[in-house]
């Protein structure tokens, strides 16, 4: 029974650390050129010659052409623009759009 107990503490305290970072994180916008599509990690070069990691997950949405698609058919020169919770060198993108406009150097 203390186990039991336990478990679900522990399952609370993951639950609420990953709502309060949810909450805490806010959504960045990167866009650039895809340099790498590992399964669900992309590296994506920026204008500002800064390489970004976006994470995908079975939450993301990918569109092209104003349709869903899955990760898949991303690859290696797609122009793209990711928006979600992370920092500068890292997001968890919740949309991603495929064949967005060629950055420009600022």
Known sequence: ???????????????????????????QKVSGTLSSVQGEHLMVDTASGKSVMVMLDAKTTIMKDK???????????????AEGPGDSSMIMAKTVEVGAAKPTKK
């Open 1 to 27: 029974m203390m186990n039991i107990r336990i478990g679900w503490l522990v399952f609370a305290c993951v639950v609420l650390a990953s709502a309060s970072y949810a909450q805490n994180s806010k959504d």
């Open 67 to 81: 349709k869903k698609v899955d990760a898949k058919s991303l690859k290696s020169g797609d122009q793209i623009v």
